[in-house]
């Protein structure tokens, strides 16, 4: 990496990182997602689990950018160190799939906002849609080529631009706020009192759309190679999760106080608009919109500055091909960019033949980006007993990296096993890939360990196996 570019991004900006990629679209509906499997009483466990279980996980990514300064990749690095090449390609693969479809959604997302005030556009999936969005999609890139830095900044003031509408939603909410409301129907069950069967399994709905809404905890962490100071790393990560987990928390709670959840749970799209127009009237639905598109175009340029860096740092490593690792004279990494945006552009066409074509893909990638996730907080587990009982903060960074990995498997098994089989035809498709890698690039003449072979085998099978089920219509979602 170029001495000019490198050691650029403060405290400020990364914390800006996790926030913006955090907060994207699911922000605006989350009071009706979470309403619609849910209770208040499960709704308030399900947030206490998530706060411990990101928290944990932000927490193991500030031990190790601490502990493992080397590893600037961070989110596919620790897959690697701790579990080999073929593990810590996975992670990778899984990573950037996930990232540049998840851009494909956000174009649709953004000009469905944008239809609200120009019809032309209608749901955001015609042709003047396409068109406007790549525009935008080009125009990212373009910023980004500038230079890493520049788009943070960028990034920074539109990620403090977006919340004024979500803080004016909250003031309202606040004041509108009824306590007999939030508690009607408090447990959501056949007897209204608590039943722990029927709670738990409230609860375990709300994990399904946390996994969605909280995707780019690990933001920060892929920028590690271009932080001004390393402990900035881990700073910027807790304490984004941390003031995302208060932005969420009081929208869902707030927003039970001041419609029951029957209510919610019917509101249209996006379901903080409609809310709001229930309470101040219209100008707070043109509020909301204006906020979500703010919000929408920050989140996808912080993602398609993640879904660019990563190849790049990945195949600095040998993990991904050479050709990824080309930057350009302001230290952007061209050819990821380059590669990853056309596939973007070419995915929005599947909208002029069928939505569900999106659907699928994203479904699939948004449990994908699990696999790092979990390899991360493995990582942090295996490292810290590998360490002597005298280095300072052992035992808590065991406790962190139990309750992470813990909490990783239960995100996973939330996910349900449809998705999770679905996953495994993104991850097939990587075998040939990595086998190429190694064979022609990395000159290895042993590509996997025996463990590693079993692993191709399974992805390979169960993706079989699962386009199987899709043909036959045994998997739905």
Same mark, same amino acid.
């Given at each position: 990496?170029?001495?000019?570019?490198?050691?650029?991004?403060?405290?400020?900006?990364?914390?800006?990182?996790? +926030?913006?990629?955090?907060?994207?679209?699911?922000?605006?509906?989350?009071?009706?997602?979470?309403?619609?499997?849910?209770?208040?009483?499960?709704?308030?466990?399900?947030?206490?689990?998530?706060?411990? $279980?990101?928290?944990?996980?932000?927490?193991?990514?500030?031990?190790?950018?601490?502990?493992?300064?080397?590893?600037?990749?961070?989110?596919?690095?620790?897959?690697?160190?701790?579990?080999?090449?073929?593990?810590?390609?996975?992670?990778?693969?899984?990573?950037?799939?996930?990232?540049?479809?998840?851009?494909?959604?956000?174009?649709?997302?953004?000009?469905?906002? +944008?239809?609200?005030?120009?019809?032309?556009? $209608?749901?955001?999936?015609?042709?003047?849609?396409?068109?406007?969005?790549?525009?935008?999609?080009?125009?990212?890139?373009?910023?980004?080529?500038?230079?890493?830095?520049?788009?943070?900044?960028?990034?920074?003031?539109?990620?403090?631009?977006?919340?004024?509408?979500?803080?004016?939603?909250?003031?309202?909410?606040?004041?509108?706020?009824?306590?007999?409301?939030?508690?009607?129907?408090?447990?959501?069950?056949?007897?209204?009192?608590?039943?722990?069967?029927?709670?738990?399994?409230?609860?375990?709905?709300?994990?399904?759309?946390?996994?969605?809404?909280?995707?780019?905890?690990?933001?920060?962490? +892929?920028?590690?190679?271009?932080?001004?100071?390393?402990?900035? !790393?881990?700073?910027?990560?807790?304490?984004?999760?941390?003031?995302?987990?208060?932005?969420?928390?009081?929208?869902?709670?707030?927003?039970?106080?001041?419609?029951?959840?029957?209510?919610?749970?019917?509101?249209?799209?996006?379901?903080?608009?409609?809310?709001?127009?229930?309470?101040? $009237?219209?100008?707070?639905?043109?509020?909301?919109?204006?906020?979500?598109?703010?919000?929408?175009?920050?989140?996808?340029?912080?993602?398609?500055?993640?879904?660019?860096?990563?190849?790049?740092?990945?195949?600095?490593?040998?993990?991904?091909?050479?050709?990824?690792?080309?930057?350009?004279?302001?230290?952007?990494? !061209?050819?990821?960019?380059?590669?990853?945006?056309?596939?973007?552009?070419?995915?929005?066409?599947?909208?002029?033949?069928?939505?569900?074509?999106?659907?699928?893909?994203?479904?699939?990638?948004?449990?994908?980006?699990?696999?790092?996730?979990?390899?991360?907080?493995?990582?942090?587990?295996?490292?810290?007993?590998?360490?002597?009982?005298?280095?300072?903060?052992?035992?808590?960074?065991?406790?962190?990296?139990?309750?992470?990995?813990?909490?990783?498997?239960?995100?996973?098994?939330?996910?349900?096993?449809?998705?999770?089989?679905?996953?495994?035809?993104?991850?097939?498709?990587?075998?040939?890939?990595? !086998?190429?890698?190694?064979?022609?690039?990395?000159?290895?003449?042993?590509?996997?360990?025996? !463990?590693?072979?079993?692993?191709?085998?399974?992805?390979?099978?169960?993706?079989?196996?699962?386009?199987?089920?899709?043909?036959?219509?045994?998997?739905?979602?």
């Amino acid at each position: 990496m170029s001495g000019r570019t490198k050691g650029k991004l403060g405290l400020l900006e990364l914390t800006a990182l996790v +926030v913006g990629s955090i907060i994207g679209g699911g922000v605006f509906n989350l009071m009706h997602d979470m309403a619609a499997s849910a209770g208040s009483g499960a709704i308030i466990i399900g947030w206490v689990i998530t706060a411990i $279980g990101m928290i944990s996980l932000a927490l193991s990514f500030q031990n190790l950018t601490m502990k493992r300064p080397d590893l600037d990749a961070g989110v596919y690095s620790y897959a690697e160190a701790g579990f080999g090449k073929y593990m810590g390609f996975n992670s990778a693969w899984g990573y950037w799939l996930s990232a540049w479809l998840g851009n494909v959604g956000y174009a649709t997302l953004l000009m469905s906002a +944008v239809g609200y005030f120009f019809p032309i556009f $209608g749901d955001g999936q015609n042709i003047w849609s396409i068109v406007a969005a790549s525009v935008i999609l080009w125009a990212c890139h373009f910023m980004i080529l500038k230079g890493i830095e520049s788009a943070s900044f960028v990034n920074t003031i539109i990620t403090i631009a977006k919340l004024i509408p979500i803080f004016l939603f909250l003031v309202v909410m606040l004041i509108a706020f009824k306590l007999d409301v939030f508690s009607h129907g408090f447990w959501y069950t056949p007897s209204g009192g608590f039943e722990f069967a029927n709670v738990m399994e409230q609860v375990r709905g709300t994990m399904l759309v946390t996994v969605w809404v909280f995707i780019g905890i690990e933001g920060a962490v +892929v920028f590690s190679g271009r932080a001004k100071k390393r402990s900035d !790393i881990g700073k910027a990560t807790v304490l984004g999760i941390i003031t995302i987990i208060l932005i969420y928390m009081l929208i869902t709670l707030l927003s039970l106080g001041v419609m029951k959840r029957a209510g919610l749970a019917n509101l249209g799209q996006p379901a903080m608009a409609e809310l709001l127009k229930s309470v101040v $009237g219209e100008w707070g639905a043109v509020l909301v919109n204006i906020g979500l598109i703010i919000s929408v175009i920050g989140a996808w340029l912080s993602w398609t500055m993640f879904a660019g860096q990563l190849p790049y740092e990945a195949a600095k490593t040998g993990t991904f091909p050479k050709w990824f690792a080309k930057e350009n004279k302001n230290g952007a990494p !061209i050819n990821s960019l380059v590669f990853t945006n056309i596939w973007v552009e070419i995915f929005m066409f599947s909208y002029l033949i069928t939505a569900s074509a999106y659907n699928f893909f994203y479904s699939i990638a948004s449990a994908a980006i699990l696999v790092p996730y979990a390899f991360s907080a493995f990582y942090q587990l295996k490292y810290s007993m590998h360490e002597t009982k005298a280095v300072k903060g052992r035992t808590i960074n065991l406790i962190v990296g139990l309750v992470s990995s813990i909490y990783a498997l239960w995100l996973l098994y939330a996910t349900g096993f449809d998705f999770l089989l679905l996953m495994m035809i993104l991850f097939a498709a990587g075998v040939p890939v990595y !086998i190429y890698m190694q064979k022609k690039e990395n000159k290895v003449d042993k590509v996997f360990s025996p !463990i590693e072979a079993g692993v191709a085998i399974v992805f390979v099978v169960l993706a079989i196996y699962a386009v199987y089920q899709l043909v036959i219509g045994g998997i739905s979602f």
